[in-house]
Structure formats: structure tokens, C-alpha cells
């Protein structure tokens, strides 16, 4: 690599989009801490409303990352490759935390299960489709999957400190979590059918 390309990568890395994807990733242990405090710790409730308010942060900062990349001009690999990882550390980090308070129990650990292995599998499988340089674009569907998933986290962070506010915020929290992971299932499915089928052109070859 010469000097140039360093140069260029480095500009890349600490424009303003991946700037805020690193934020996204930085949210992550203040969340988590949040509300790790508050159910294990017997913290205060007001705990869970900073957590839910880093998170909604750092929700916003999934929209406004691509939006600025895009009007800006300033996409590059190295945002294309954090953006995805940034979403799927900070979804399955909530969706184990909130698991271990409780929030997340019984029959509903199957809709968190679900969501956590689609995501191994999308990984697993772009990993394998860029290698043979195939880009898989991600549908209209999978962004409002997306959404719904951070809506559903975002009301069981709430939890006990939103039902003061909404009685019904867990049960909203758990109903949009199912309806996430049926979405889920339906464009994991539209991922792992492009991946056989390069997989089988390529061992046609």
C-alpha cells in the first residue's frame, strides 16, 4: 500500500459517517451498563431512561451515517464493512442484556433467538459472497425489519420505568419483537437462497 492510499484511508475512517458508526459502537457499554445497573444491581429507574435515550441515539445515528455518506459523497469500504458490524453488535448485546434481566424470558427468548442466529447467518454469508466479489443489497424490507427491531429493544429498555408512563410498554416491546423476528425468518430466507445459489454456480464451474 503507498502513501496515497494510506492517506486516503485514513481520511475515509474519520469522515463524519463512520464518526457516528463509531459512536453507534461506543453506545453499546453505556446501555448495557444502564441497565445492567438498574435490574442486577437494584439501581434507580431513572437508569433505564439514559439507557433509552443512548440507544435512540445511537439508532439515529444508523439513518443519519448513510444519509451524510450518501449526500456527501463520502461512501467507502471500510464504512460499508463497520456499518452492518456497529447495527449487530449493539442488537445482540441489548437482546442478551435484556435476556439476562428478564425483560426478554420464556417463550420470547425463541423471537430473540431467531434474530441473533439470522444475524451469524447474513454475516457468515457475506463474508462468503465477497469473497467471490458478489454484492447482496439490502432490501426495502430488511430496513423496516431493522426498524421494527430497534422499536421493539428500544420499549423493553424502557421497561419497568416506561410502564409507569405507558402500562402496556413491555407487552408492545415483546409483540414488535415476534413481528421482527418473522421478518427476520422471510429476508434471512432471501439471503441464504442468493448464497446457494452462487454456492452452486460455483461448484458447477
Request: glycine letters at 8%.
Given at each position: ?77 471500510f464504512g460499508r464493512m463497520l456499518d452492518p458490524i456497529a447495527d449487530k453488535l449493539l442488537v445482540a448485546s441489548c437482546l442478551l442484556m435484556l435476556a439476562a434481566d428478564s ?103
Amino acid at each position: 500500500m503507498n502513501i496515497a492510499t494510506t492517506k486516503g484511508t485514513a481520511r475515509n475512517s474519520l469522515s463524519l459517517p463512520n464518526i457516528l458508526t463509531y459512536g453507534r459502537i461506543a453506545a453499546i457499554p453505556v446501555v448495557v451498563g444502564c441497565v445492567f445497573a438498574q435490574s442486577v444491581m437494584d439501581g434507580p429507574l431513572w437508569l433505564r431512561w439514559v439507557a433509552l435515550a443512548v440507544f435512540i441515539a445511537a439508532g439515529i445515528t444508523d439513518y443519519l451515517d448513510g444519509y451524510y455518506a450518501r449526500i456527501w459523497d463520502q461512501q467507502s469500504a471500510f464504512g460499508r464493512m463497520l456499518d452492518p458490524i456497529a447495527d449487530k453488535l449493539l442488537v445482540a448485546s441489548c437482546l442478551l442484556m435484556l435476556a439476562a434481566d428478564s425483560s426478554i424470558h420464556g417463550w420470547t427468548l425463541w423471537a430473540a433467538i431467531v434474530i441473533l442466529c439470522r444475524e451469524i447467518l447474513v454475516s457468515g454469508l457475506r463474508e462468503y459472497l465477497a469473497a467471490l466479489r458478489v454484492s447482496v443489497p439490502v432490501t426495502r424490507l430488511a430496513k423496516w425489519k431493522t426498524t421494527i427491531q430497534l422499536v421493539a429493544i428500544g420499549f423493553l429498555i424502557a421497561g419497568e420505568a416506561g410502564e409507569m408512563v405507558l402500562p402496556a410498554t413491555t407487552l408492545i416491546g415483546i409483540a414488535l419483537l415476534w413481528l421482527s423476528a418473522i421478518f427476520t425468518i422471510y429476508t434471512g430466507w432471501d439471503y441464504f437462497r442468493a448464497g446457494i445459489h452462487h454456492l452452486i454456480e460455483e461448484d458447477g464451474g
